[in-house]
C-alpha cells in the first residue's frame, strides 16, 4: 500500500466536496414513531453529514452536490446547509404539489432501554434520486476550483439507477484532478430493495470501488455491499473484535490492492442509550485500534459519519494514522451525544477526548 497524496490547500478552493442526498429526519425522541405527534427537524444526509461537521467543528472549506425542491423543504435544507458553513451546488427541481420531486423525508425515532431505535423511509419520488450523469461541472469543481478530498456514499448510490452513475462519473473526475476519493458503503438493504436488489447494489458498489482511495463500512457492509465473502456477523464473541474486519480488510485489498485506507466503528450494543465504542483503521500496511468507551446515547444516528469526518480532518491536517483515528473516534462519540445528526462539537472538545480527556466539568 501507499500513503494519501492529498493535494495542497493553496491549490483548492475546497478541502471537502461531497454527493448525496439531503433529507428531513423527523424525530420524535423516545415517543414510539407509530404513537408520535411532536417531532425535532433535523437536517440530515449520510453525505451531507460528514461535510456539515468538517466546516462546523473542524473548521474546513466544505461543500456538498445535491438536489433540491422549490418549495418550503427545500428552501430550508438550503438554508441549514448555509448556517453549518457548508457551501452548495444544488439541481433546484420545480414544484407542483402533486408530481413533482420533492425533500425526502425519514422518520427516525431513539428507542428505550430494550426497544431498539426504528427508522422509516418516505423517500419516494425523491429530488435526490433524479440527480444523473450531467447534472455537474465535475471539471469546473475538481480540475478549476479544486477539492482536496470527495466523499460519497452508499445511501445515495441506492436511491435510484442514475446515482450510482453519477457518483462514478464524480469518482473518476476528482482521481483525474488529483483528489483523494472516499466511499461509506452504508449498506441498506431496504434501498437497494427498491432500485433494483441487493444484487444490483453488488454490481454498482464494486465499480464504484475501482476509484476509491479510503473505504468506509463495516464487516458486514463489505461482505453484503460488495459481496466478499468473510465470517459470520453473528457469530462474533464480541461486537468489538476486529479480528474479523482484519480478515475482511485482507480480502478487500486482494480484490482492489489500490485502496489506501480502510476504516469503521465498533459498537457492542447494550441498550438503547447504553453503547461500548471504538474504532479501527487500516492505512499504508499498517493497523491501528483506538481506545474503547462506554457511551451514554442521547441520538445515536450519525455517529459514523461523525467517525469518518474527524478520521478525514486528521488525514486532511497532516496528523498520523494513530492520531487521526482518535480524533475521528472521539468526534463520533461527541456526537452521540446531541439531537441530530450533524455536530454540534467544538474542535477543542473532540481534540481533548481524542487525547483521552474525561467529562469532567469544565470550568
Not at 29 to 36: D, F, K, N, Q, T
Not at 84 to 97: A, C, R
Not at 301 to 323: I, N, R
Request: proline letters at 4%.
Amino acid at each position: 500500500m501507499a500513503q494519501l497524496q492529498i493535494r495542497g490547500s493553496s491549490e483548492c478552493r475546497h478541502d471537502f466536496v461531497s454527493l448525496g442526498a439531503i433529507v428531513r429526519r423527523m424525530d420524535p425522541g423516545v415517543i414510539p414513531l407509530h404513537e408520535a405527534t411532536h417531532y425535532e427537524c433535523h437536517c440530515s444526509g449520510g453525505e451531507y453529514n460528514p461535510g456539515a461537521a468538517l466546516a462546523k467543528c473542524f473548521g474546513l472549506r466544505a461543500a456538498v452536490c445535491s438536489a433540491s425542491v422549490e418549495y418550503p423543504p427545500g428552501w430550508w435544507i438550503a438554508t441549514q446547509a448555509r448556517k453549518m458553513g457548508v457551501e452548495t451546488y444544488l439541481k433546484w427541481f420545480p414544484y407542483d404539489g402533486v408530481g413533482s420531486p420533492r425533500i425526502a423525508t425519514v422518520y427516525s425515532d431513539r428507542g428505550y432501554g430494550v426497544r431498539a431505535p426504528e427508522v422509516w423511509y418516505d423517500r419516494a419520488n425523491e429530488a435526490g434520486a433524479m440527480l444523473k450523469p450531467g447534472d455537474f461541472d465535475w471539471d469546473d469543481i475538481f480540475a478549476v476550483r479544486g477539492s482536496r478530498w470527495f466523499h460519497s456514499g452508499g445511501i445515495f448510490a441506492a436511491l435510484s439507477t442514475t446515482t450510482g452513475e453519477l457518483i462514478i462519473e464524480a469518482m473518476k473526475a476528482a482521481r483525474a484532478a488529483g483528489t483523494v476519493t472516499s466511499y461509506d458503503l452504508n449498506f441498506r438493504e431496504k434501498l437497494w430493495k427498491a432500485s433494483g436488489g441487493s444484487e444490483r447494489g453488488v454490481q454498482i458498489n464494486r465499480r464504484i470501488a475501482q476509484e476509491v482511495d479510503v473505504m468506509f463500512g463495516n464487516e458486514e457492509d463489505l461482505q453484503l455491499g460488495l459481496g466478499i465473502p468473510g465470517p459470520d456477523v453473528e457469530s462474533k464473541k464480541s461486537m468489538l473484535d476486529p479480528d474479523n474486519f482484519k480478515v475482511m480488510i485482507a480480502r478487500l485489498l486482494q480484490e482492489y490492492p489500490h485502496i489506501k485506507a480502510v476504516a469503521t466503528t465498533l459498537r457492542e450494543v447494550h441498550s438503547a442509550a447504553h453503547h461500548t465504542w471504538k474504532a479501527v483503521l487500516y492505512y499504508d500496511g499498517e493497523f491501528y485500534e483506538s481506545p474503547t468507551c462506554e457511551l451514554a446515547i442521547y441520538d445515536r444516528v450519525g455517529g459514523g459519519d461523525g467517525f469518518a469526518s474527524g478520521l478525514m480532518y486528521g488525514l486532511l491536517t497532516g496528523e498520523d494514522p494513530e492520531t487521526a483515528l482518535k480524533l475521528g473516534w472521539a468526534h463520533g462519540a461527541l456526537l452521540t451525544t446531541y439531537p441530530g445528526d450533524v455536530t454540534m462539537a467544538r474542535l477543542d472538545q473532540a481534540q481533548r477526548l481524542a487525547a483521552g480527556g474525561s467529562a469532567r466539568i469544565q470550568r
